[in-house]
């Protein structure tokens, strides 16, 4: 029997789902679009806060804060199910796509929420993605870095204060927009 998932309301989430057997269903850009995109759909749907992000190959990490009213498990059964059926369309298959059910543990404290934090902008430099975490576009660093809205939202001024990396930086260059069909 399944253990009950620990609900509070107004509570800030890590929660991470894994593909069906480590699968590597999100390894293409265009997967990890479209998992951002359904995201950035589920916001539109639902109303909550997604503090840090990072979508890797077979597994995606998230804090999200789900406003007063809103569940926690409704919006994670939209956002799977939706890029599922998705991802089901486009590759001509059908069945499941996630593993077992999506992991969640409220983050008790700010030491906690930061560490949350550190460990989701760390985890594509840990398996060999990048050189450096801000190398990385699929998630909640590089939006914050560049301004984009798509599916992070503004990091809380103590956020900023407290991991800089977070804070929005001036390039030189021109980086190239990703995510112009988000609306």
């Known amino acids: 029997m399944r253990k009950p998932r620990e609900l509070k309301t107004g ?16 390894d293409s850009r265009g997967m990890k679009e479209l998992f951002m995109k359904t995201l950035s759909r589920a916001k539109k749907k639902y109303r909550f806060r997604v503090e840090n992000f990072c979508v890797m190959g077979n597994h995606f990490h998230l804090i999200i804060r789900p406003e007063a009213g809103e569940s926690l498990s409704r919006i994670l059964q939209w956002i799977l199910s939706v890029f599922a059926m998705a991802y089901n369309r486009i590759h001509g298959l059908w069945g ?13 404290g700010l030491r906690e929420y930061l560490a949350v934090f550190d460990y989701i902008d760390q985890n594509p430099l840990a398996v060999h993605r990048v050189r450096d975490p801000r190398e990385w576009m699929y998630g909640g660093l590089w939006e914050h870095r560049h301004g984009y809205r798509t599916v992070a939202d503004r990091p809380e001024p103590y956020v900023e204060m407290m ?21």
């Open 96 to 108: 499941h796509v996630w593993g077992s059910r999506f992991f969640s543990r409220i983050l008790a």
């Open 11 to 26: 509570a800030l989430y890590h929660v991470t789902a894994r593909a069906n057997r480590q699968e590597m269903i999100l």
């Open 163 to 183: 991991v800089p990396d977070h804070g929005l930086v001036r390039l030189e260059r021109v980086t190239p927009r990703r995510h112009a069909h988000f609306s």
